[in-house]
């Protein structure tokens, strides 16, 4: 579907239409459910907030047992990085002996997910991977190899499927290239 300038639906250029986006999360799904047959269930632990539509998407195609928890991290003021706030007790987590996927939206410098990982690993999991619905083209500042990946994209800001600019966009159903001048909430 070509972007009409002006479209309210549509007012950024995408970067994975909402069609792409299912079959990425598909795939996704099937490769996971292959490594993780059960019977114990899989620990997937979701990076709040940008992962909720994602996550949702993919735990109901996931064809395995599995539990759903929530941790939180956040390093974004609209478009700019800042220090990574985590807020959440990890303590409360039943990670210990467990088979244990993180899941992010996307991989930007990958300094989030790095620093998960160490902290998860402490805990002592039976295994850690790591999905990202995307893994954006360029030079990361911390190492980290997610386990799974559903798209590699352009090093552009990405609205839309759970991302947010200043927590605005978060429910388009497709991601976007992020461009202020067609920001109707700023403009
Ligand atoms: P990293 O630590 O630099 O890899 O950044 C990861 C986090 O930054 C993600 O979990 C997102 O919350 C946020 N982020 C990175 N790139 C984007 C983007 O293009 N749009 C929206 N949020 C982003
Ligand atoms: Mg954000």
Not at 21 to 41: C, K, M, S, Y
Not at 47 to 76: C, H, M, Q, T, W
Not at 156 to 176: A, E, I, K, Q, T
Request: hydrophobic letters at 40%; proline letters at 9%.
């Amino acid at each position: 579907m070509p972007s009409q300038p002006g479209d309210p639906r549509q007012p950024f250029e995408p970067v994975l239409s909402a069609e792409q986006i299912e079959r990425t999360v598909a795939r996704l799904a099937a490769d996971i459910g292959q490594e993780h047959p059960g019977p114990e269930p899989l620990l997937v632990l979701g990076v709040l907030k940008g992962v909720v539509i994602f996550l949702a998407d993919l735990v109901r195609r996931l064809p395995v047992p599995l539990e759903v928890e929530f941790l939180r991290a956040s390093s974004y003021t609209g478009q700019s990085r800042g220090d990574l706030a985590l807020d959440d007790d990890l303590d409360e987590l039943p990670i210990e002996g467990r088979r244990v996927l993180l899941v992010d939206c996307v991989m930007d410098t990958g300094r989030t997910l790095a620093r998960l990982r160490r902290l998860l690993e402490r805990r002592r999991p039976a295994s850690l991977e790591i999905c990202v619905l995307l893994s954006k083209r360029r030079e990361r500042e911390a190492p980290v190899e997610p386990d799974y990946v559903g798209a590699e994209v352009p090093d552009v800001f990405v609205v839309g499927y759970g991302l947010d600019c200043n927590s605005r966009w978060r429910h388009l159903p497709y991601l976007g290239r992020y461009d202020p001048a067609a920001d109707r909430y700023t403009s």
